[in-house]
């Protein structure tokens, strides 16, 4: 069964960074494109970023762009998010996504999330 | 980018009532290749990852009670809870996944026991 896992999230000083992982299993890990999405303490659910199967494409959120860069290592079914200059707004529990099959696609898996918390 | 509104921000209903959630998205959603349009739902409950319940506007997903209903073309959708249980009780969201290339969720609605 597909897996996602979370992991790297803690607590972080603005300015700081963190780097988020997520591991993955139970599907071909190397065919799929995977998301980022956050949630902020009682707000909705809000799309981050985009990473393509073979990393030729990588999409952002006006939120986050320039800060948070999405990657990937399909040797070890891993998804990362690189997050920089953290502020304070960027606290969030943060999920990876997976699409369904095709394009485009909605999401139909998710992990349970790394929570980040951006405080002094 | 696309901007989706959902309406209203939170309902209450009795059980075994119809609950009726819209969402409306700035531009378009439609995928001129199949003629489909690019809008999902999900149901979000505390301590939980989202559940994709609903897409292409109307397909529900494997496992979901037909209870839930969604339908709706180009810029305004609806999802329906013909007649809700109270496991229903969740936040629910839309999505457009066109990938303009954002997705975009909406507010989120509150669906709650009266």
């Known amino acids: 069964q597909v897996q996602l896992v979370e992991s790297g999230g803690g607590v972080v000083q603005p300015g700081g960074s963190l780097r988020l992982s997520c591991a993955s299993s139970?599907?071909?890990?190397?065919?799929?494109?995977l998301h980022w999405v956050r949630q902020a303490p009682g707000k909705g659910l809000e799309w981050v970023a985009y990473?393509?199967?073979?990393?030729?494409?990588?999409y952002y959120a006006d939120s986050v762009k320039g800060r948070f860069t999405i990657s990937r290592d399909n040797s070890k079914n891993t998804l990362y998010l690189q997050m920089n200059s953290l502020r304070a707004d960027d606290t969030a529990l943060y999920y990876c996504a997976k699409p369904t099959t095709g394009w485009p696609a909605p999401f139909d898996y998710w992990g349970q999330g790394t929570l980040v918390t951006v405080s002094s | 980018d696309i901007v989706m509104t959902q309406s209203p921000d939170s309902l209450a209903v009795s059980l075994g009532e119809r609950a009726t959630i819209n969402c409306k998205s700035s531009q378009s959603v439609l995928y001129s290749s199949n003629n489909k349009n690019c809008l999902a739902w999900y149901q979000h409950k505390p301590g939980q990852p989202p559940k994709l319940i609903i897409y292409?506007?109307?397909t529900r997903e494997s496992g979901v009670p037909d209870r839930f209903s969604g339908s709706g073309s180009g810029t305004d959708f609806t999802l329906t809870i013909s007649s809700l249980q109270a496991e229903d009780v969740a936040v629910y969201y839309c999505q457009q996944y066109s990938g303009t290339p954002t997705w975009t969720f909406g507010q989120g609605t509150k669906v709650e026991i009266k």
């Open positions: 990473i393509r199967y073979d990393e030729s494409s990588k």
């Open positions: 292409w506007a109307s």
């Open positions: 139970g599907f071909t890990f190397s065919s799929y494109g």
